[in-house]
Structure formats: C-alpha cells, structure tokens
C-alpha cells in the first residue's frame, strides 16, 4: 500500500489549495481516507476523513465550513480542498488509511494502518 500526498504549498491568509493523495495498492472505497496534519512542535491532529462504502465526510470542528474532503474512486485519489486559509493551518498535512476503522476511532491517529509522506502547506500572514 502506496499513499502519496501533493499540492502543499505557500499561500497567503485567505487563499486556497487543493491536496491529493494518490492510492495505490487499495481500493479506496474499501477504506477509511483521513487527513491529519502536524504543526511544528504540536501533536499530530485530526482534520477530515471519509468514510469507507458510502463515504460519509467527518470534519474537525476547526476547519468546518472552510474544508472538504472528497474522493474519486476511479482515479484512486482523495481530496482535501482547504479555503480560507489561516496561519494556523500551517502545517504538514498527511493522508492515512484503514478498512477497519470503527466510526468512533475515526480521529485517532493510532487507528491508522497506512500512511503518506506528508506534504507542508505554509499560509503567511
């Protein structure tokens, strides 16, 4: 299993970018995506997930409203598309995977099996 996170980047307060995690090895549709994402000094944390089957969408509170995560399943790719961006989304963003993750684990990170490289997206102020 492959996750290969892209699209970080530098952006000012307020601008936008798209993610991607490109899958392989996996059906994603199979599996639980998530994204977390890592500031310097802080704790990995939980950003979004979609579900695997139906692919209902998990968001944390902090990024509601101004992110959503989304998948093609025929390009075995997830998306996390983050507008409005803010300082404090400064971060290493990471894709994660799992096929048993229960709906309540959902956010823990320790709950993944599978992870990507991470990729840095940096909004100046």
């Known amino acids: 299993v492959q996750l290969q996170a892209s699209g970080g980047g530098l952006v000012q307060t307020g601008g936008s970018l798209r993610l991607s995690c490109a899958a392989s090895g996996i059906t994603i549709r199979e599996y639980t995506m998530a994204w977390f994402r890592q500031a310097t000094g802080k704790e990995r944390e939980f950003v979004a997930a979609i579900r695997r089957g139906g692919g209902a969408t998990i968001l944390a509170d902090s990024v509601k409203g101004r992110f959503t995560v989304s998948r093609d399943n025929a390009k075995h790719t997830v998306y996390l598309q983050m507008n409005s961006l803010q300082p404090g989304d400064t971060a290493v963003y990471y894709c994660?995977?799992?096929?048993?993750?229960?709906?309540?684990?959902?956010?823990?990170?320790?709950?993944?099996?599978?992870w990507g490289q991470g990729t840095l997206v940096t909004v100046s102020s």
């Open positions: 994660a995977a799992d096929k048993q993750i229960i709906l309540s684990s959902s956010r823990d990170p320790n709950a993944y099996d599978y």
